[in-house]
């Protein structure tokens, strides 16, 4: 296998050494949450001094309160603007617990007089970071006069967000009781807590009752509707709203809405109408966004209008909106799904060259592609030439590679590749070995390993998984196949809480052999 099979050779021994011989034990149409702009009146013109300092630090270790006082005590200033700006946008990136380590230096040192928006903003990246009970309990301890809209609905936002309806719905009734249920970002939770608790049946009710108390619906409010209709297949609802939103005075369709009504054609077979309302989708372009051409070719690429994919990937550049990751996985993906590997391998290349970070889910929407054309040896060769660049895929893109060979029933291929996916395996990082091509591994090994290499790939494995039988049983047979001993290894099973059965049995007794069980 060439460098594949070097690379696996070369990280097994890395990992063996490290571990001292133990031996080693991914915003759309609409969020799911919302996150609340507790916060008003931030300038937009970013200034570069302290945010500078702060966004590189990313690790949950660094600790954000050490760097502010670093900041002040060399003479710096920490405008109440520039403060907040930094927690908005630390929440933007989704850097929740170092925005609740800002503003928890912001109100402990006193450096800005603290609102009820900024205790909202608390309440709920406390509700994000520490818990529920931690952001009940920081309600529960604020001045009475702190209780506004904002931090109430900032608690309801922490109940929506743990899908917790009867808590939301009573906690709803006091903020109605209070008067305080007087904006379209109350009742957006609501239909948001509806939606993600599937009850998408009660989400046109909000809507009817919100429109009843004189709130106005904003945007969201009628696109988290609309889907609701089109979850349930509902499309003469889903127009009949649609329609009444086109004619609100306080509204302004967006592209985001049209996204998601041309998404809910598409998946109803209504392409006639899906192309027309990407036409209106194409009207509301945001030419600096991003995300507006990367939904746009995605929804195209639904459609099977390549050329439609190429001409808006084309606009994004003219109109000078940098490429980025993400619109290379799209694009590719897009293309791949259409059948067209050879551009998606142009893509490919010109994502190698566009000076973007090496995030390997780039490449593996091709790995998928050439998987599923059974072109896996093209697979390993793409994976090869990164090793030769020096950029070491992870174990999701040699996971792709072992899948495809285990289903094609070439399960000592799926063993070296499983072998290299292990080697780079970390936690966490949204990939595991997929239990089919394990089991087909360990069933292959079993009669086909020797024990050396059985026992290599058992401790690469559980660094990934718990021992469990199968991988006990493919270590006893293979070496009561080679006639050695099992003893050690029966002992092992049993202190793991895994006793003996019929198949155990039957696997000591396939070859007779009375020493596989002396020490």
Same mark, same amino acid.
């Given at each position: ?205 909000v809507l009817a009752e919100m429109k009843e108390n004189g709130v106005l619906p904003d945007n969201f409010s009628y696109r988290i509707c609309i889907n609701s209709y089109g979850t349930r297949s509902d499309i003469n609802g889903m ?106 391998? $142009? =893509? ?8 973007? %970070? ?5 490449? /593996?929407? #091709?790995? *998928?592609?050439?998987?599923n054309k059974g072109l896996l040896e093209k697979a390993e060769e793409l994976l090869d030439d990164f090793l030769k660049k020096g950029k070491q895929p992870p174990a999701s893109s040699w996971g792709i590679v072992a899948a495809g ?35 087909? $591994? =360990? ?8 024990? %050396? ?5 058992? /401790?690469? #494995?559980? *660094? ?56």
């Open positions: 296998m060439g460098s594949s099979a070097l690379f696996s050779h070369a990280n097994s021994l890395k990992r063996l050494i490290h571990a001292g011989l133990r031996v080693c034990e991914a915003e759309a149409s609409f969020p799911s949450l919302l996150i609340r702009p507790y916060c008003s009146g931030l300038t937009k013109n970013r200034r570069l001094t302290l945010a500078s300092v702060i966004y590189p630090l990313g690790h949950p270790s660094n600790n954000m309160a050490t760097e502010l006082d670093r900041w002040v005590n060399n003479g710096n200033r920490t405008r109440p603007v520039e403060l907040r700006e930094l927690v908005r946008d630390l929440r933007k990136r989704r850097r929740f617990s170092n925005a609740l380590e800002v503003s928890e230096w912001m109100k402990d040192k006193g450096h800005v007089p603290f609102t009820p928006g900024d205790h909202a903003v608390v309440l709920d990246l406390i509700g994000r970071v520490r818990g529920l009970a931690s952001a009940e309990s920081y309600f529960n301890g604020m001045h009475e006069r702190d209780k506004t809209e904002k931090t109430y609905g900032a608690l309801l936002n922490c109940y929506v967000r743990e899908c917790l309806v009867e808590k939301s719905l009573s906690h709803l009734q006091k903020m109605k009781e209070m008067g305080l249920a007087t904006s379209a970002l109350t009742y957006n939770d609501i239909m948001c807590l509806y939606t993600n608790t599937g009850q998408h049946e009660k989400v046109p009710s127009e009949k709203l649609f329609e009444e939103m086109e004619h609100q005075p306080q509204i302004v369709v967006d592209w985001n809405t049209y996204s998601v009504v041309a998404n809910i054609y598409i998946k109803a077979g209504l392409c006639e109408k899906a192309i027309a309302i990407l036409k209106k989708y194409e009207e509301k372009l945001e030419k600096r966004n991003g995300l507006c051409y990367n939904h746009l070719v995605s929804l195209y690429g639904n459609l099977g209008m390549k050329s439609d994919i190429k001409r808006i990937w084309e606009i994004q550049k003219l109109n000078g909106v940098k490429l980025i990751n993400r619109d290379y996985t799209t694009m590719i993906g897009t293309m791949v799904k259409l059948g067209d590997l050879l551009e998606a391998e $142009i =893509l490919l290349k010109e994502w190698e060259t566009s000076g973007n %970070a090496c995030d390997f889910r780039v490449p /593996n929407v #091709l790995l *998928i592609g050439y998987r060979y285990a289903t094609n029933g070439e399960t000592s291929k799926a063993y070296e590749c499983m072998k290299n996916a292990l080697c780079m395996y970390a936690p966490n990082t949204g990939w595991e070995p997929k239990d089919h091509v394990i089991d087909d $591994i =360990l069933h292959w090994l079993g009669y086909e390993g020797a024990p %050396a290499d059985v026992e290599t790939f058992v /401790n690469l #494995l559980k *660094i990934a998984c718990p021992m469990n039988r199968t991988m006990y049983h493919t270590l006893i047979r293979a070496n009561v196949r080679c006639g050695k001993p099992v003893k050690e290894i029966l002992k092992n099973m049993k202190a793991d809480g895994i006793d003996e059965n019929e198949e155990t049995k039957e696997i000591l007794n396939s070859k007779s052999n009375p020493v596989t069980l002396a020490i």
